[in-house]
């Protein structure tokens, strides 16, 4: 059967999307050329067409997949309802169990960053985005009177710093850590972060 035709877009996002799946299964170091095109049946050449080296595809393959979790966590800030309800579903997404899919690849791109200057590039934009989307959510609440937090950034920083080290230990070590404990442990934090009580927290104000 003749493969469809795809446009230059449509076909970069493919590739994309096989190299995500090849990255999580053999890892930066491993991953070749060959392995994303015989993914998708389609010669070496074409892929290079679009990607001319392989730090080029890596480093666009960890934009591809940060960036549809970034558009989820800013959708998920965005909805109406309180400041609290908002940081809490939205850390709660982020965190080691829940729906965001690029930890794997997170903590893979982090290792290869302290060799890959590229890559670190990519992934420090990436991460610095993570933070201003929380630490604007974290402002708004504070400005509209729902908690006191004098430094957002400083708050957001410290949230982020918890949930990626409690990332590489779930994803590390399984079975290390409950869910439940890693929730109670999240919670505690955002709570302290707000200057509210659990219980406030939880009912979202």
Same mark, same amino acid.
């Given at each position: 059967?003749?493969?469809?035709?795809?446009?230059?877009?449509?076909?970069?996002?493919?590739?994309?999307?096989?190299?995500?799946?090849?990255?999580?299964?053999?890892?930066?170091?491993?991953?070749?050329?060959?392995?994303?095109?015989?993914?998708?049946?389609?010669?070496?050449?074409?892929?290079?067409?679009?990607?001319?080296?392989?730090?080029?595809?890596?480093?666009?393959?960890?934009?591809?997949?940060?960036?549809?979790?970034?558009?989820?966590?800013?959708?998920?800030?965005?909805?109406?309802?309180?400041?609290?309800?908002?940081?809490?579903?939205?850390?709660?997404?982020?965190?080691?169990?829940?729906?965001?899919?690029?930890?794997?690849?997170?903590?893979?791109?982090?290792?290869?960053?302290?060799?890959?200057?590229?890559?670190?590039?990519?992934?420090?934009?990436?991460?610095?985005?993570?933070?201003?989307?929380?630490? #604007?959510?974290?402002?708004?609440? $504070?400005? =509209? !009177? @729902?908690?006191?937090?004098?430094?957002?950034?400083?708050? &957001?920083? *410290?949230?982020?710093?918890?949930?990626?080290?409690?990332?590489?230990?779930?994803?590390?070590?399984?079975?290390?850590?409950?869910?439940?404990?890693? #929730?109670?442990?999240?919670?505690? $934090?955002? =709570? !302290? @972060?707000?200057?509210?009580?659990?219980?406030?927290?939880? &009912?979202? *104000?």
């Amino acid at each position: 059967m003749a493969r469809v035709r795809l446009s230059v877009q449509e076909r970069r996002e493919e590739l994309l999307r096989a190299a995500v799946e090849q990255i999580e299964e053999r890892g930066v170091a491993a991953l070749r050329i060959a392995d994303v095109a015989t993914a998708l049946d389609v010669s070496n050449a074409l892929v290079l067409y679009h990607f001319s080296t392989k730090e080029k595809l890596v480093a666009a393959a960890f934009t591809h997949a940060a960036e549809a979790d970034l558009e989820r966590l800013r959708t998920l800030v965005g909805r109406g309802g309180s400041a609290v309800r908002r940081l809490r579903s939205a850390v709660r997404w982020y965190s080691p169990t829940g729906q965001a899919k690029g930890w794997k690849l997170w903590i893979e791109g982090w290792a290869v960053s302290l060799r890959e200057p590229g890559l670190r590039e990519v992934t420090l934009g990436l991460d610095r985005q993570w933070k201003a989307t929380l630490t #604007e959510v974290i402002a708004q609440g $504070a400005d =509209a !009177g @729902e908690y006191d937090c004098p430094d957002p950034r400083a708050a &957001a920083w *410290r949230l982020t710093a918890l949930l990626d080290g409690l990332a590489v230990q779930m994803t590390a070590f399984s079975g290390a850590l409950s869910r439940r404990q890693m #929730e109670s442990w999240v919670d505690d $934090a955002l =709570a !302290g @972060e707000l200057g509210l009580d659990r219980a406030e927290l939880v &009912a979202g *104000r």
